[in-house]
């Protein structure tokens, strides 16, 4: 391959390094990844690799002494445990993530359930002591995580997993397979096609002999999900360039080349001797700025991390799904007591019951026996208040004052809508034209009502449901989400159907009501002396027409042309669109009724049912049961699971649809 394979992805540069100050490695990429990777770190929070779900996950893997602590410290800025031997002897799962505005750096490790908090100057000392738990106090390595987590300014948005350094032969007090314990360690985190590789290879060796490498061509045969960073750079100048831009070990994505920090070097020290070193020194200034420095490498990783989580993202929504699915019919199998699951049944089918007559006294036949003080709980003629405002808000919305331009509306459309043909029939463009306008002006209006009717519904749900549970607190929650979770979506549905109506409303004019024609030709019938009125100078300017109030036709008079047919294309408009808003008027009102009753009938009592007692129930149900303490236990563990699951399948369904509209990762 030429002397671009090394840069097959061209990131845009860092910004330069100043005379005394570095930038942070954070620099200037986008805030965007931080709502994916806190889902990606949520759902391996949530030990989902266990089940079979994979996540996108950068993988640093190299031979012992290649350099790969110095890396990882050179990215979060803070020291890691060093000395002979393996000094990584379990997953290290490294959370960064830039806080430019805390006071102070916030360090804490995550393992066996507990977390430790710490600072910068003993973070190497924590992790060998969690490392100790975790693995003992030998030199044997462990297959359970330990979580380090850096909120600190200037550092990536990463999450990377570190894993021990390969090694062939065992130091004393290390197992004689250690070589086999860390090969098939390394192997479980980078077979996953969903794992990018972060080989750490040092310049002083020939690349093509390192155990890291080998390891990750027989995952990555092509070489797509593999980064190499190279090490020492300044140890083994010579020869380097040649290196990574050869094709010798088929790395797809890459090599960035780094120098270490030496010493007691500060991390602003080290990287403004880094940027020298590859500015001035006369082998390594030839190689491209584009693959060099570590905030270079951090650039790159952030930007091949957001797109692998973009790309996996719907498989793992699958995967999720999948294991809900699997948790609610293992939740279902669980054995009850039946003689207590009885009795709490009973009580809470009590409950539904007297709440569910409660509902149809105020939501469907208007008593209010129950609540004779509380006028917000008279529903039926609150609903109907709120229907004649709606109404009222929609005759109001889009009127224009007679007075200052009546017909000039008219006749513009008409003008605009002038075609070859006989002259005196009414184009039924400008009909329709006008018709539409009058929608698009009442538009915001429907959705508006919605929203505010079953808002109201939704309340007074709410209030009888918690009056009737309220022996129950146990219940209330889970209730309360129930019936606002149902109420949404039927909020939902009759949203639907009224932007739905507004649409059809826009397609086409039709009516059989007998009262169109009626008012039509009422109005109709005062055209000539509407035209008296124009023809005639002498005559006041200022008449009144019936069914549209009073007129000024002073400006009419001097655009006699079209004026019969902008007034008829007027009075049709404004006879028929008093069908249009009566139906819409009507047709809520109508679907309203029908709404509330299923709801009361049928669907809350579905809906309750399945929160409290269904796969995402609260335990409502649960803590009224006598059971064994180890059932119980395992009902709420997959009680919990499943709702982390249902929390976690949420924020990247969220996700997925923003980077559908507004996301880019492909850059």
């Not at 009127?399 to 513009?412: C, H, S, V």
């Not at 607190?473 to 159907?497: F, G, Y």
Request: hydrophobic content about 40%; charged content about 25%.
């Amino acid at each position: 391959m030429g002397d671009d394979r090394a840069l097959v992805r061209r990131e845009p540069e860092p910004e330069p390094l100043l005379a005394a100050h570095a930038p942070p490695i954070a620099a200037s990429y986008s805030e965007r990844i931080r709502p994916l990777l806190d889902v990606i770190d949520k759902l391996r929070n949530l030990q989902v690799m266990k089940e079979g779900i994979q996540l996108p996950t950068i993988v640093v893997v190299g031979d012992q002494s290649s350099g790969k602590s110095s890396v990882l410290e050179s990215l979060a800025g803070i020291n890691l445990p060093r000395g002979q031997g393996i000094c990584t002897r379990v997953p290290l799962i490294m959370r960064l993530q830039d806080n430019p505005h805390a006071d102070r750096p916030e360090l804490y490790l995550e393992f066996n359930n507990t977390v430790v908090h710490t600072d910068e100057e003993n973070i190497s000392e924590a992790i060998n002591d969690a490392t100790g738990e975790i693995a003992g106090h030998g030199k044997g390595i462990s297959n359970a995580p330990l979580t380090l987590v850096v909120k600190k300014d200037g550092v990536p948005d990463l999450t990377m997993v570190d894993l021990p350094g390969i090694t062939r032969v065992p130091v004393h007090g290390q197992p004689e397979n250690i070589y086999e314990q860390i090969s098939e360690m390394i192997m479980e985190y980078i077979r996953p096609e969903e794992s990018i590789i972060l080989n750490v290879l040092s310049a002083t060796v020939d690349f093509s002999t390192c155990e890291s490498i080998r390891m990750s061509q027989m995952v990555d045969k092509t070489g797509g999900r593999t980064l190499a960073v190279v090490t020492k750079a300044d140890k083994s100048p010579e020869g380097l360039l040649e290196k990574v831009t050869a094709d010798d070990v088929n790395i797809g994505l890459g090599y960035v080349c780094v120098r270490n920090r030496i010493g007691d070097e500060s991390y602003e020290e080290a990287r403004l001797e880094e940027a020298k070193l590859f500015d001035a020194h006369p082998l390594l200034c030839k190689i491209d700025k584009s693959i060099v420095s570590v905030p270079v490498l951090a650039q790159k990783l952030t930007q091949i991390q957001a797109t692998i989580m973009a790309k996996c993202l719907p498989e793992i929504v699958k995967k999720i799904n999948d294991k809900l699915s699997a948790n609610v019919a293992e939740l279902k199998r669980m054995p009850k007591n039946l003689s207590s699951v009885a009795e709490a049944m009973t009580a809470f089918m009590q409950i539904l019951g007297s709440a569910k007559e409660s509902l149809r006294k105020v939501l469907l036949r208007g008593e209010f026996d129950e609540y004779p003080e509380e006028k917000n709980m008279h529903c039926t003629a609150r609903l109907v208040e709120m229907l004649n405002e709606y109404s009222e808000e929609l005759r109001n919305c889009a009127e224009n004052d007679p007075r200052t331009n009546f017909l000039l509306e008219e006749l513009g459309v008409l003008e605009e809508a002038k075609r070859i043909g006989l002259p005196n029939f009414l184009p039924r463009t400008a009909f329709l034209t006008l018709l539409q306008r009058k929608m698009k002006g009442i538009s915001s209006k429907p959705p508006s009502f919605v929203a505010r009717v079953w808002d109201y519904i939704e309340g007074v749900v709410i209030r009888v449901l918690m009056r009737h549970s309220e022996n129950y607190p146990q219940l209330q929650s889970s209730t309360r989400r129930a019936a606002s979770n149902l109420i949404n979506k039927m909020k939902e549905k009759a949203m639907d159907r009224m932007m739905e109506s507004v649409e059809i409303e826009k397609l086409a004019d039709y009516t059989c009501n007998p009262e169109y024609m009626l008012e039509c030709n009422k109005l109709m019938s005062q055209q000539n002396t509407f035209m008296d009125a124009i023809d005639h100078v002498s005559n006041p300017s200022n008449i009144v027409l019936q069914g549209i109030g009073e007129v000024d036709v002073v400006d009419l008079r001097h655009r006699k042309q079209q004026i019969q047919e902008a007034f008829d294309l007027k009075m049709r408009i404004t006879a028929y669109w008093k069908i249009v808003l009566q139906r819409f008027v009507d047709s809520m009102a109508l679907h309203l009724l029908f709404s509330v009753q299923n709801l009361v009938n049928n669907e809350m009592e579905t809906e309750i049912v399945g929160e409290l007692i269904g796969p995402n129930g609260s335990c409502g149900i649960e803590r009224m049961l006598e059971e064994a303490p180890s059932v119980a236990a395992k009902r709420d563990k997959l009680n919990r699971s499943i709702k982390l699951l249902r929390d976690s399948a949420a924020e990247v369904a969220k996700i997925m649809d923003w980077i559908a509209t507004d996301g880019d990762y492909d850059d």
